[in-house]
Each structure stands twice: as structure tokens, then as C-alpha cells.
């Protein structure tokens, strides 16, 4: 057999036949092949029956478990499975991948290496396979032997993975290491929060990489999180070893000086994918870098802020002297943990009785290097606080910060990022006019690499050119509907644009959780809303096609909004790039990208005031077309409030 057969269940379950992921709606199917993956051997036909339906009679199971077989047969092919009348297993001679069984040799070979850095490498890479619980949300409602299988099987990984962990912040430790061991005990806490030796375990290492803070923030966390779970303390052993900590009675790690000669000027993480278009804004932004210390790219989600600011730090890093660093902030919830993130970046060790932000301005003084804070919407306020004191003490330091939101601090330069470039569909589109347009090639690019047979003609052009359009030029929406070539005609793809929300699904999974859906994207927004904010964004979804200021206090005031609160709740939106203003317009109009307002319908359905605000707007255009009729026959401007 020359295909191959990639079974991911670290996570939600996933499917790959020869690189493409294959869609298995049906649960039973899913279940079935996932425990004759893990469960190797041959298993009877009456055992896996009545492990799946157990409640049905035994000829009932072996109808539905007849069923299934088919149904995998007719998701991945034949060849896979071995079935005779009695017993049915994985074929063992077929090229089937399992991400399971290679964390666990991938675990298995670190126990018997004895190179450390061999051991680092081995259980570094079994570490990135477990992208989340085994079979992430997924289980059978019928089925109590096979929920309970998972539920041990989960088990069982999640110890391993935490004997990964350790293992690796140990190592990193005894290497001298400890910033390198940080991010995976971070992880151990995360798989348990009330493992009491974790958050110790995480204390040492920051004490031993020199976030003497941090340490000490650790403690607090770990306290917060006992009362409020256990209602219990930490234990003497947790509160003895803050109290070393907070007297300095535990010592750093010593680290050979030499090295700081030989760090790298930038951290930019290499890029798998191509950078389409932006040449405009890439000139733009790198011309206001060199006339201004802080920049910041302010824009809706997904709307290429991180790639175009990652793209334009590698090109500018030859002019500073000291480099180019990202800080890479959508991990952090605390605002507290912004300077050790940066001097943990920077190699900056913290001081005994010094605050970290002295000692860190201190060592930017007189350097020439520029700082990239990607994703500082959550922690706005902290970022600028920490921008206006670095622009303030140095000389040489430049910003280029990306956020939803504008900082707001005295010197910065807010540049607003715009959509991809698209079509018109009106116009007649073929492959030459729409390549003119930096949206298709990128829809393009990305399609061709989920499916390399794909190809732009001049009879689905004007289709590429549609989704483009429907999509607003948004490069995340583009890429995840791209992805979906695989399994749609593209056509098809634009048909189902009407529930984009459940069409576009299939980000990366190496991404950010909020880059991996559509919904996602605009959730992350939406949650960082005040309740006002979001009264208001979900209101505004009852126009299409933009409104005024008297038309939105009209329609959408009442209850818990005001009518004089519309105006500043609009320039809040407009501040957190979820609406935008018309600036050539006579009057100011305001408008939500396509994408935005049916998220925002989608809300205001959820909130049960859809028909309330409907009404609302029917009511408005009806008084605005009775004042306005008998000007039709005069010629008169039109200049009513009722202005639409």
C-alpha cells in the first residue's frame, strides 16, 4: 500500500490521508478506529459491539458495527483494518502514523539516552506532539466503557506528559539553563493547578534565571489559587521558600558573561508561508519607524498585524546596532508579567532590592535596537506605561507595538492597517485582473498548498474573486477558507460563505487558539468589550451597509444605552477596530466589515433583542422616508437628522 495514514488524537481528533485531512462526521467511526489504533491486537466482534452500544441487542450492535466499519472504509479506503467474521484489528503491515504511540517512544527513548542534550532533544519533540488531552470533547453518550477508556487513556498521557515536563525543566536546570525551563513548568501547572510541587518547582526557576518577582508572584498565584479552589493555605514547605526568596537568601544562577557577546541580533521566528502584498503599507510603516520611536499597527482581527510587523522587522534588523526583539505577549493575562517577559527576551537579569523596570531601562539606555510588542490589546494599559518610561529614558530604543486598540501614549504614531486589496465581483474578472489583487494571490498561494492540484482558471476566477470580496480582504478569513480547496470546489466554498462562521474552521493548529477559527478571532475582540460595548456592537449589526450617528442613537438607545452614550460608545469601537468611519463622506458614516456585523448578528440573536432591534430600524427608515418623500419632487438637499 503506497498511501499513508496519520491518526492525531493528542487533541481533537484529526485525520490525514497522504497529508490531507480527512472529515469523519460520524462519532461511532471516529471512536471505533481509535481504539482499535491505541488497543492494538485483534478484538472481537461481541467485545467492540457491546463496548459501543451497549444497550442495543447483540444482532442490533452487530448491524451498527457492520455500519461502521463501512463508514471508515468509506472515509480513508480499504486496507487499513483487518475483519473477519470474528475479530477485527488494525492492519499492522499498513503505513499508519500514531501520534500517540510516538510521544511514548519518543519518551521511552529519552529514559535510556544519557547525552542530556540528546534526552532535551527526544523529549522536546514528544512534548509538541501532545497538543491537548487525548480526544480532546469527545465522547459517546451511549457508551460508558468507551468514555471510561478514554478517560484512563487521558490520564495515563497527561502523567507521562507531566514526567515530560519535569524532565525537562530539571535538565534545563542542571544545564544552567533556567529561562529555557520556565515555559514547561508553566505548562506543569497548567495540567494541574493545585499541584502544590509545580508551583515550587516554578519558584526555583525564576529565582534561579533572576526574576526574583516573578518568583515571588508565583507564590501569590499559587496562595490564590488553594483558597479559592481548596480553601486551604500552601503548604510550610511553599511558604518557606518565599520567604528565602523575598530575603535573597537564594542565589541566582551563575551565567558565563561571554555568551552575551554572542546572542543573535533578533529573535524573529523563521516563517512557513509566504508574505503576499503589503508593499504599500510595509514602505509606510518603515518611514514612520525612522521618523518616530513608537509605532503601533492597529487593526480587526486576523487582520495581518503580527506577520506584517514580523515582516518588517527582518527587513529593517541591518539598522539597529543591537537588533531587532519580539516580545510576544498574547500568552500573558498578567499585566505584572510584561518586564520579566521582556528582560527574560532581553537577558536581563533582575537586582536584589531593585525594581526590574530600573535595572531594564538602565540596560536600554544607550542601546540602538527595536522592540516588536505583538498583541498588546489585552494589556494596554501596561504597554503603554511600559512604552512612555522606555521612550522617556533612552535615546535609541524604537516601538513597533500591534494591538486592536491604539496605547494612547504621548509620541505614539498609530498607523491602521487595512484590508487586503479585492475585486469588484461586479466587474468581469478573469485570471489576469484578479491576480492584480494581493487577497486572490493570497488565496491562491494558500490554496495550492492544501492542495497542490489546485489552480486558478478563468472559469473559477470570478468565484476566488467573490470569496475574496465576501470576505473583506481579511488575509485569516482568505487562509481558512483557502484551506478548505481540500474538500470543497471553490464554488462551493462561496455558496457556504453565508455561515462563514462554521465554514471557516480549519486553522493551524500551531497558532494562537483565536487564529485557529473565525469565531475565534472576533470572540477574542468581543470578550475585551465593556457590557456597554458590547450592547451597542451587537445593535449596530442591524444596518447593512453603514449608518450615521443620528441614525445609530435612534435605533439602537434604549434600556441599558443611552442616546448621548452612542457617541462615545461608537468612538470606543472605533478605537478597538470593530467599526470604522467613512472620512471622504459628507457626513460621517460608519460601517462594520461584512464579516464583523454577522458576528455581531449572530449576538444580537443570541440576546433575543434581533427582533426588537429590527423594529427599531424599520420605525427610523419609515419616519426618514416620510420626511424625505415630498423633497423627491423639490430641489431641495436633503438635511434631516433622519440622514441615513
Same mark, same amino acid.
Request: net charge negative; hydrophobic share 40%; proline share 4%.
Given at each position: 500500500?503506497?498511501?499513508?495514514?496519520?491518526?492525531?488524537?493528542?487533541?481533537? #481528533?484529526?485525520?490525514?490521508?497522504?497529508?490531507?485531512?480527512?472529515?469523519?462526521?460520524?462519532?461511532?467511526?471516529?471512536?471505533?478506529?481509535?481504539?482499535?489504533?491505541?488497543?492494538?491486537?485483534?478484538?472481537?466482534?461481541?467485545?467492540?459491539?457491546?463496548?459501543?452500544?451497549?444497550? %442495543?441487542?447483540?444482532?442490533?450492535?452487530?448491524?451498527?458495527?457492520?455500519?461502521?466499519?463501512?463508514?471508515?472504509?468509506?472515509?480513508?479506503?480499504?486496507?487499513?483494518?483487518?475483519?473477519?467474521?470474528?475479530?477485527?484489528?488494525?492492519?499492522?503491515?499498513?503505513?499508519?502514523?500514531?501520534?500517540?504511540?510516538?510521544?511514548?517512544?519518543?519518551?521511552?527513548?529519552?529514559?535510556?539516552?544519557?547525552?542530556?542534550?540528546?534526552?532535551?532533544?527526544?523529549?522536546?519533540?514528544?512534548?509538541?506532539?501532545?497538543?491537548?488531552?487525548?480526544?480532546?470533547?469527545?465522547?459517546? *453518550?451511549?457508551?460508558?466503557?468507551?468514555?471510561?477508556?478514554?478517560?484512563?487513556?487521558?490520564?495515563?498521557? /497527561? /502523567?507521562?506528559?507531566?514526567?515530560?515536563?519535569?524532565?525537562?525543566?530539571?535538565? %534545563?536546570?542542571?544545564?544552567?539553563?533556567?529561562?529555557?525551563?520556565? #515555559?514547561?513548568?508553566?505548562?506543569?501547572?497548567?495540567?494541574?493547578?493545585?499541584?502544590?510541587?509545580?508551583? /515550587?518547582?516554578?519558584?526555583? &526557576?525564576?529565582?534561579?534565571?533572576?526574576?526574583?518577582?516573578?518568583?515571588?508572584?508565583?507564590?501569590?498565584?499559587?496562595?490564590?489559587?488553594?483558597? *479559592?479552589?481548596?480553601? $486551604?493555605?500552601?503548604?510550610?514547605?511553599?511558604?518557606?521558600? %518565599?520567604?528565602?526568596?523575598?530575603?535573597?537568601?537564594?542565589?541566582?544562577?551563575?551565567?558565563?558573561?561571554?555568551?552575551?557577546?554572542?546572542?543573535?541580533?533578533?529573535?524573529? #521566528?523563521?516563517?512557513?508561508?509566504?508574505?503576499?502584498?503589503?508593499?504599500?503599507?510595509?514602505?509606510?510603516?518603515?518611514?514612520?519607524?525612522?521618523?518616530?520611536?513608537?509605532?503601533?499597527?492597529?487593526?480587526?482581527?486576523?487582520?495581518?498585524?503580527?506577520?506584517?510587523?514580523?515582516?518588517?522587522?527582518?527587513?529593517?534588523?541591518?539598522?539597529? *546596532?543591537?537588533?531587532?526583539?519580539?516580545?510576544?505577549?498574547?500568552?500573558?493575562?498578567?499585566?505584572?508579567?510584561?518586564?520579566?517577559?521582556?528582560?527574560?527576551?532581553?537577558?536581563?537579569?533582575?537586582?536584589?532590592?531593585?525594581?526590574?523596570?530600573?535595572?531594564?531601562?538602565?540596560?536600554?539606555?544607550?542601546?540602538?535596537?527595536?522592540?516588536?510588542?505583538?498583541?498588546?490589546?489585552?494589556?494596554?494599559?501596561?504597554?503603554?506605561?511600559?512604552?512612555?518610561?522606555?521612550? =522617556?529614558?533612552?535615546?535609541? &530604543?524604537?516601538? $513597533?507595538?500591534?494591538?486592536?486598540?491604539?496605547?494612547?501614549?504621548?509620541?505614539?504614531?498609530?498607523?491602521?492597517?487595512?484590508?487586503?486589496?479585492?475585486?469588484?465581483?461586479?466587474?468581469?474578472?478573469?485570471?489576469?485582473?484578479?491576480?492584480?489583487?494581493?487577497?486572490?494571490?493570497?488565496?491562491?498561494?494558500?490554496?495550492?498548498?492544501?492542495?497542490?492540484?489546485?489552480?486558478?482558471?478563468?472559469?473559477?476566477?470570478?468565484?476566488?474573486?467573490?470569496?475574496?470580496?465576501?470576505?473583506?480582504?481579511?488575509?485569516?478569513?482568505?487562509?481558512?477558507?483557502?484551506?478548505?480547496?481540500?474538500?470543497?470546489?471553490?464554488?462551493?466554498?462561496?455558496? /457556504?460563505?453565508?455561515?462563514?462562521?462554521?465554514?471557516?474552521?480549519?486553522?493551524? =493548529?500551531?497558532? $494562537?487558539?483565536?487564529?485557529?477559527?473565525?469565531?475565534?478571532?472576533?470572540?477574542?475582540?468581543?470578550?475585551?468589550?465593556?457590557?456597554?460595548?458590547?450592547?451597542?456592537?451587537?445593535?449596530?449589526?442591524?444596518?447593512?451597509?453603514?449608518?450615521? $450617528?443620528?441614525?445609530?442613537?435612534?435605533?439602537?438607545?434604549?434600556?441599558?444605552?443611552?442616546?448621548?452614550?452612542?457617541?462615545?460608545?461608537?468612538?470606543?469601537?472605533?478605537?478597538?477596530?470593530?467599526?470604522?468611519?467613512?472620512?471622504?463622506?459628507?457626513?460621517?458614516?460608519? @460601517?462594520?466589515?461584512?464579516?464583523?456585523?454577522?458576528?455581531?448578528?449572530?449576538?444580537?440573536?443570541?440576546?433575543?433583542?434581533?427582533?426588537?432591534?429590527?423594529?427599531? @430600524?424599520?420605525?427610523?427608515?419609515?419616519?426618514?422616508?416620510?420626511?424625505?418623500?415630498?423633497?423627491? %419632487?423639490?430641489?431641495?438637499?436633503?438635511?434631516?437628522?433622519?440622514?441615513?
Amino acid at each position: 500500500m503506497s498511501h499513508h495514514l496519520a491518526l492525531h488524537f493528542l487533541g481533537t #481528533p484529526q485525520l490525514y490521508l497522504d497529508n490531507s485531512l480527512i472529515h469523519a462526521e460520524r462519532r461511532k467511526a471516529i471512536a471505533l478506529l481509535a481504539y482499535l489504533a491505541n488497543e492494538r491486537g485483534q478484538h472481537s466482534r461481541e467485545s467492540l459491539s457491546a463496548l459501543l452500544w451497549p444497550d %442495543y441487542e447483540q444482532s442490533k450492535a452487530f448491524t451498527n458495527l457492520r455500519h461502521t466499519l463501512w463508514e471508515i472504509q468509506q472515509a480513508i479506503g480499504d486496507g487499513w483494518l483487518n475483519a473477519d467474521r470474528d475479530k477485527i484489528g488494525l492492519n499492522e503491515q499498513a503505513d499508519i502514523w500514531l501520534d500517540v504511540t510516538h510521544f511514548k517512544s519518543l519518551f521511552e527513548q529519552s529514559r535510556t539516552q544519557k547525552d542530556d542534550l540528546l534526552r532535551i532533544s527526544l523529549l522536546v519533540d514528544s512534548a509538541k506532539l501532545y497538543r491537548n488531552q487525548f480526544l480532546t470533547g469527545f465522547s459517546l *453518550k451511549d457508551a460508558y466503557s468507551f468514555n471510561e477508556w478514554i478517560f484512563a487513556k487521558s490520564e495515563e498521557l /497527561r /502523567r507521562d506528559l507531566a514526567d515530560i515536563l519535569n524532565s525537562l525543566s530539571e535538565l %534545563y536546570c542542571v544545564l544552567n539553563q533556567p529561562d529555557k525551563a520556565i #515555559p514547561y513548568t508553566r505548562r506543569l501547572i497548567t495540567l494541574d493547578p493545585l499541584n502544590e510541587s509545580s508551583h /515550587r518547582c516554578l519558584m526555583n &526557576i525564576y529565582n534561579l534565571a533572576g526574576q526574583h518577582s516573578a518568583a515571588l508572584m508565583q507564590y501569590k498565584t499559587c496562595e490564590k489559587v488553594l483558597r *479559592k479552589e481548596l480553601e $486551604l493555605d500552601p503548604q510550610p514547605e511553599t511558604l518557606a521558600l %518565599y520567604k528565602k526568596i523575598r530575603k535573597g537568601e537564594l542565589k541566582p544562577a551563575q551565567v558565563d558573561r561571554q555568551k552575551e557577546t554572542t546572542l543573535p541580533k533578533h529573535n524573529m #521566528p523563521s516563517q512557513l508561508s509566504s508574505f503576499i502584498g503589503r508593499e504599500k503599507e510595509q514602505a509606510e510603516i518603515m518611514d514612520l519607524i525612522s521618523k518616530n520611536r513608537l509605532v503601533t499597527l492597529v487593526g480587526t482581527g486576523g487582520i495581518g498585524k503580527t506577520r506584517l510587523s514580523l515582516q518588517i522587522a527582518e527587513i529593517v534588523v541591518a539598522a539597529f *546596532k543591537d537588533g531587532v526583539w519580539l516580545i510576544e505577549l498574547a500568552p500573558l493575562f498578567d499585566p505584572a508579567l510584561i518586564m520579566n517577559t521582556i528582560a527574560s527576551v532581553l537577558g536581563v537579569r533582575e537586582e536584589q532590592g531593585r525594581p526590574l523596570m530600573a535595572t531594564l531601562l538602565d540596560w536600554l539606555r544607550n542601546k540602538d535596537l527595536l522592540l516588536v510588542l505583538d498583541n498588546c490589546e489585552h494589556l494596554v494599559k501596561a504597554c503603554a506605561e511600559f512604552a512612555a518610561a522606555v521612550l =522617556q529614558a533612552t535615546y535609541g &530604543i524604537r516601538i $513597533l507595538a500591534s494591538s486592536r486598540e491604539a496605547l494612547g501614549t504621548a509620541g505614539e504614531r498609530v498607523y491602521r492597517l487595512p484590508s487586503l486589496e479585492i475585486p469588484n465581483p461586479k466587474e468581469t474578472i478573469s485570471i489576469d485582473t484578479a491576480t492584480q489583487f494581493a487577497a486572490v494571490r493570497l488565496f491562491i498561494d494558500r490554496a495550492t498548498h492544501a492542495l497542490k492540484s489546485f489552480s486558478v482558471t478563468n472559469a473559477n476566477a470570478p468565484e476566488v474573486a467573490l470569496i475574496c470580496y465576501r470576505l473583506d480582504g481579511i488575509p485569516l478569513a482568505i487562509e481558512l477558507a483557502a484551506a478548505r480547496v481540500k474538500v470543497l470546489r471553490v464554488d462551493q466554498i462561496a455558496e /457556504r460563505l453565508d455561515n462563514r462562521f462554521r465554514l471557516l474552521t480549519s486553522g493551524s =493548529q500551531a497558532a $494562537l487558539p483565536r487564529h485557529q477559527t473565525l469565531r475565534a478571532m472576533v470572540d477574542w475582540s468581543y470578550d475585551l468589550l465593556s457590557e456597554a460595548e458590547q450592547v451597542l456592537f451587537r445593535r449596530l449589526s442591524a444596518f447593512v451597509g453603514g449608518w450615521t $450617528l443620528e441614525a445609530a442613537e435612534s435605533v439602537c438607545a434604549g434600556e441599558s444605552i443611552e442616546s448621548w452614550e452612542v457617541l462615545d460608545l461608537l468612538d470606543h469601537l472605533i478605537d478597538k477596530s470593530l467599526i470604522g468611519m467613512d472620512e471622504q463622506a459628507v457626513e460621517p458614516r460608519y @460601517h462594520m466589515l461584512e464579516t464583523i456585523r454577522q458576528y455581531a448578528l449572530e449576538k444580537l440573536v443570541d440576546s433575543n433583542e434581533d427582533e426588537k432591534m429590527h423594529d427599531q @430600524h424599520l420605525f427610523y427608515f419609515i419616519q426618514f422616508a416620510e420626511y424625505t418623500e415630498p423633497m423627491f %419632487y423639490t430641489p431641495h438637499v436633503i438635511t434631516h437628522p433622519y440622514a441615513i
